[in-house]
């Protein structure tokens, strides 16, 4: 899915995002590790395996390969699809009964918590700036990270996520959005806020 998706019908709203943390990624910076990289390896995982079980029992040919590319892109598609999936945050708002359910589902379960309508205190927006908290431990990465003739982008600099979240007159916020774009927490902010705001249809 996109970095979010809004339907508003009648009087239900449902929001989902992949994007809802805001907190520093690992050491090893999104542009190398990611899920498509892991979908890469354990396809070619799954390749390699089966050159070896088929190794000495059959004659290779250029058609062998061309399946093994195939069979590789299928896998790649697969695992990405159905095993290194993003996690999805899921609000449901229903004015008509005066519920809201936020879920979040991953491969492995799905987690939901109920409220009623009347415990949200105000859709809530907030700008997080995190900076490195060891700068010297920076320094050193980079310089082994130059010596082996490597960069990596946005290591070591200061991340700054714009969010989005539901607070409660209990006193407790849920965070449901997070963006590098304020663009984004600023629409995302406004749909919620006027749906809630409007009256009953």
């Known amino acids: 899915m996109s970095n979010y998706r809004v339907d508003i019908k009648d009087n239900t709203l449902v929001f989902e995002t992949s994007s ?3 907190e520093r990624g690992s050491i090893l910076h ?3 590790y990611n899920r498509e990289l892991a979908a890469s390896l354990a396809a070619g995982a799954c390749i390699t395996l089966a050159g070896f079980f088929f190794a000495g029992r059959i004659k290779i040919s250029a058609g062998y390969f061309f399946a093994a590319l195939v069979l590789f892109v299928l896998l790649f598609l697969a695992f990405r699809t159905y095993v290194f999936r993003d996690s999805v945050l899921r609000l449901a708002i229903d004015k008509e009964t005066g519920n809201m359910a936020i879920s979040m589902k991953n491969i492995f ?5 109920s409220f009623s309508l009347g415990e949200l205190d105000a859709v809530r927006q907030d700008h997080v700036a995190l900076s490195p908290e060891n700068p010297d431990g920076v320094k050193v990465v980079e310089k082994i ?11 070591g600099k200061t ?6 979240e539901l607070g409660f007159k209990s006193g407790k916020r849920l965070l449901i959005f997070s963006s590098r774009e304020p663009a984004k927490a600023d629409a995302i902010a406004e749909k919620l806020k006027n749906f809630i705001d409007s009256e009953e249809r």
Do not use: M
Not at 109 to 113: I, P, R, S, W, Y
Not at 145 to 155: D, E, M, N
């Open 109 to 113: 379960a799905e987690n939901k918590v």
């Open 159 to 164: 991340v700054e996520f714009y969010t989005v």
């Open 30 to 32: 999104s542009g190398i």
């Open 20 to 22: 809802f943390r805001a």
């Open 145 to 155: 990270a130059l010596q082996h003739g490597t960069v990596i982008p946005g290591f």
